[in-house]
């Protein structure tokens, strides 16, 4: 049989293959046969995709298969896989193998979970577009002229074109949820510390967190379910007790729009469909509220130092001493010099640079403690926020997906692409991007996301408002 892997969710692959409708294999081969080389997903595809197809196969035969048994996964490549090639898309890093598996991949090895490819991701996860990959550009399935958003454009475009059923991306600064929304899938970031960062190549280590993608909601929560929990490698890692000493009672049914925030600087066709969508819920039950947050427009701010400055101190283990890439010089410095202005790309040296001031003596006080104190009080805000609403909610973008190229040479318009994501990972709540709609542009139809916030570990809100909006059977 056919198999449509551009519409199919993981129960209902599950249920088939159980039935003997298809085989895991057969899975493997119909996504395989779904990608396409134009759109540059990945970075590497796995020679051992039909090798793990099999081993999911012998799990059915015994009767030993689970929800995610078999299924077809792509991977950020910026998450380690054992004996994988794991560039985080930077030259620096182009032929280091991992020789350890992140948590959330033992976790879904344990499943059964077969892993198609490491996709592909702006140089370390740093951009908004997946421009800045030293693999090339990935293009958006919609317009091939325009960007699938970042950084973990790769994985929203295997999933959004069937290469895979669902993806791993990270979301530092709205890297998951922002592709998600301009490739038209399903795309969460956690409550900071719920899924444990081992194995994730560190950028900025107090907002990076690993994250799915999906078709639907339902194929998010599953992926979700199976990766969160404490984990012992991961110092911030919150322990399960208190995730589920968190789940208490509510009744979902107020929600919050930030209407003096939601309104700034946004397209006037995003801004439509927001609307539309709040109407959308409005008629699905839910109590609209406007709400105030009055130092979210700082947020940006504050994640443009905290993100720079961690970045600095994370990158600076690349040296080219231990592993990686190494340019030699005539001495020890000259080797340093070379190594890192060849190896990182351009981006990636801006944020360095930005980082190592915010952090230089004199100006540590000036910008970096400041930006520490503000991120509280913003996260008191939601705090306070959340004492009358359920939920808060945004578009996910002020626009829809933009050209290659656009705002490749004005840095700030691109760091305004993240706007409504930014103060999610800033304060360590949890959201998620749903498909809201389309616009069109240039004769195309190209689609939009709702942002919708919840409490912190209240992932079990955002799900249900999430399956509301767009209707059970997503």
């Given amino acids: 049989m056919k198999i449509d892997t551009k519409k199919l969710t993981i129960r209902e692959a599950h249920s088939q293959m159980l039935k003997g409708d298809f085989t895991a294999c057969d899975l493997a081969h119909a996504c395989l046969d779904n990608i396409n080389p134009e759109l540059n997903i990945f970075i590497e595809l796995f020679d051992d995709v039909l090798e793990q197809a099999e081993k999911a196969d012998e799990m059915f035969a015994k009767k030993e298969a ?30 280091y193998k991992a020789v350890y598996d992140a948590t959330v991949i033992r976790k879904l090895k344990a499943e059964g979970v077969v892993f198609i490819g490491g996709t592909n991701l702006d140089e370390f996860a740093m951009g908004s577009s997946t421009e800045n990959s030293a693999y090339g550009v990935t293009k958006n399935p919609f317009d091939e002229t325009r960007v699938p958003g970042g950084s973990s454009g790769g994985s929203a475009v295997a999933v959004a074109t069937g290469a895979c059923l669902a993806a791993l991306g990270t979301d530092t600064g709205g890297s998951v949820r922002q592709p998600a929304s301009f490739c038209g899938v399903v795309g969460m970031k956690s409550t900071y510390g719920v899924v444990s960062r081992h194995g994730a190549v560190a950028v900025g280590s107090s907002l990076d967190q690993i994250s799915p993608f999906g078709k639907v909601v339902d194929d998010v929560q599953i992926i979700f379910d199976c990766i969160k929990g404490n984990d012992e490698m991961d110092s911030t890692s919150i322990p399960d007790k208190v995730y589920q000493e968190a789940q208490v009672e509510r009744k979902n049914k107020v929600i919050g729009v930030p209407k003096h925030f939601v309104e700034k600087g946004v397209d006037e066709d995003v801004l439509a469909n927001f609307y539309d969508s709040v109407d959308r819920l409005k008629n699905n039950g839910y109590e609209i509220k406007e709400i105030d947050l009055p130092n979210l427009e700082y947020a940006l701010a504050v994640y443009y130092i905290i993100m720079p400055a961690e970045v600095s101190t994370n990158l600076a283990r690349y040296d080219g001493v231990r592993y990686g890439f190494l340019k030699e010089g005539e001495n020890l410095l000259e080797d340093y010099l070379k190594t890192k202005g060849e190896g990182f790309g351009k981006e990636v040296r801006r944020r360095i640079m930005l980082g190592t001031y915010i952090l230089s003596a004199g100006y540590n006080d000036a910008y970096y403690n400041k930006a520490l104190a503000l991120r509280d009080v913003i996260k008191k805000d939601f705090e306070e926020v959340f004492k009358t609403v359920d ?11 933009f050209k290659i190229g656009e705002k490749s040479n004005d840095p700030l318009q691109m760091y305004l692409s993240d706007i409504f994501t930014v103060s999610i990972n800033v304060v360590g709540i949890p959201a998620i991007s749903v498909p809201s709609g389309f616009v069109k542009r240039d004769e195309k139809d190209l689609p939009l996301g709702l942002q919708i916030i919840t409490p912190e570990m209240r992932e079990d809100i955002m799900f249900e408002i999430s ?8």
């Fill in 391 to 401: 939920a808060v909610i945004t578009p996910t973008s002020p626009t829809p997906a």
């Fill in 66 to 95: 689970t929800l995610l048994t078999g299924i077809p996964m792509a991977i950020k490549n910026n998450i380690c896989i054992k004996g994988k090639r794991t560039t985080a898309g930077s030259k620096i890093l182009e032929n």
């Fill in 467 to 474: 399956e509301n909006f767009l209707g059970k059977s997503a």
